[in-house]
């Protein structure tokens, strides 16, 4: 059977140029200076939007804490 419809070098790599990686997006933020993902939480700091939503030392406490009852 003979292909009928040939795709072209052209078609093909137009078709591949979408498919090339792009860079991260970051923020630097502004009253730490730490660099994160846009619209993610910093998990510095916990902060997003200016507002406080994890709150890191209790997890890092909690982390403590699991090591010493082991």
């Known amino acids: ?13 137009n078709r591949r140029s979408h498919h090339a990686l792009k860079d991260i997006k970051t923020v630097t933020d502004k009253e730490t200076g730490s660099v994160h993902l846009r619209h993610r939480v ?8 200016g507002k406080k939503v994890i709150d890191v030392l209790k997890k890092v406490e ?5 090591k010493r009852k082991k």
């Open 42 to 49: 910093d998990m510095k700091t916990g902060i997003y939007k």
């Open 1 to 13: 059977m003979v292909i009928r419809m040939r795709h072209t070098k052209a078609h093909t790599g």
């Open 62 to 66: 909690k982390k403590i804490m699991k």
